[in-house]
């Protein structure tokens, strides 16, 4: 029986995928060598192919860049998209994802925590029938605080949110063409890939992968920018905050007047008068941070908004080596689709006249010098 199962099981499997690699890099000098040659060493392994490595030069201020550049001469699968500035880790994984061309798409980090090795398990539950393969992390090596916030994190999300998003799951994993395309097209200012990851759907599964120490070098991911990227993710997929400053508001008018009610009722009854000055300035103050708070709760959301209508990109190209990528000829039409809006695109595109067009997009002659702007949208 189980033959049967094993031979139609193959039958049913997709053929061996195109596979791109992703991976942003931040001042790696001393990561690079040693993530190449095991990168490049899992792609020659795999079937199928044209494989290829992305990587996003995230305004490194080392030695990064050039290493990236002698790896792409004496390799063609390598091709190096370098920024502007630095925009941070999600808007390069972003870059990344509008510049690869393959079947299947595999984020991970350029600090060698992610293993490459795990690549071919991902493409096997690819082929087997799923579009999206993360890595569960395990045997995280790292402090046992971090490791804390990390749980907590993702049990108030997965408290707060509708979207079920796996715990100990990074960036780290695979996925499909359809899947890509569906996350490009999010129009989101503040990008958390691997809650859009499982916002999309499909089929998904989970492959365990033991999290392995930084190879080289320290974290570029301060504390700061962890809490950032938390709020990001928190803040992305949920409108608790808001629901509970609503609750606690009707909260605390339901206290007030059951207070007030029996001030009136020790006043005329009681023939009482309710004392205790200290309580009622400790409590002012306590309602005064409340409403601060609730404030600064309302104050995040409507930054975001105001951060989402400017329109600007999600980051800017400064150059682009190797082979020209073909899913990087984005029309005017598209580009000004990404700085319009859809609803104006389409109720406005025909009306407008080409110099009205052209103040909305960024034009380039070639690919291989860069696209002076690039939005993580199609």
Known sequence: MSGVWTIEKARAMRDAPRVSVAIPIHNEQEVIPALIERTVAVLDSLSGGPHEIVFVDD????????????????????????LSRNFGHQAAFGAALDHVQGDVVVLMDGDLQDSPEAIPE??????????VVYAERIK?????????CYRAFYSIIAFSS?????????????????????IRSSPERHRYWRGLRSWVGYRQVGVKVERDARFAGSSKYSLRKLVMLALDG???FTVVPLRFVSIFGVMTVFASAVYAAY???AKLIL??????????????VFFAGVQLLSLGIIGEYIGRIYEQVKL????????????????????NAEITASNMGVSELENGLSSRSSSDLASDVVATSSISDAPAIYSSNR
């Not at 991902?122 to 799923?130: K, S």
Request: hydrophobic share 40%; proline share 4%; with cysteine.
């Open 162 to 182: 509708d979207i079920n998003m796996p715990q100990n799951a990074g960036d780290f994993g695979l996925m499909s063409r359809r899947v890509v395309d569906a």
């Open 234 to 236: 928190f803040f992305s």
């Open 312 to 331: 600007r990109p999600h980051y800017l190209v400064d150059r682009v080596t190797g082979q020209a990528c073909d899913r990087s000829a984005h029309t």
């Open 122 to 131: 991902f493409v096997l539950e690819y082929q087997l029938g799923h579009d």
């Open 140 to 148: 995280r090596k790292e402090p046992l605080w971090l490791r804390s």
């Open 59 to 82: 305004g490194s201020s080392d030695r990064s860049f050039q290493l990236l550049l002698e790896a792409g001469e004496r390799d063609a699968r390598i091709r190096v998209v370098k």
């Open 271 to 284: 023939q009482e008068s309710p004392q205790g000055f200290t309580s009622l300035v400790l409590a002012m």
């Open 263 to 265: 001030v009136v009722y």
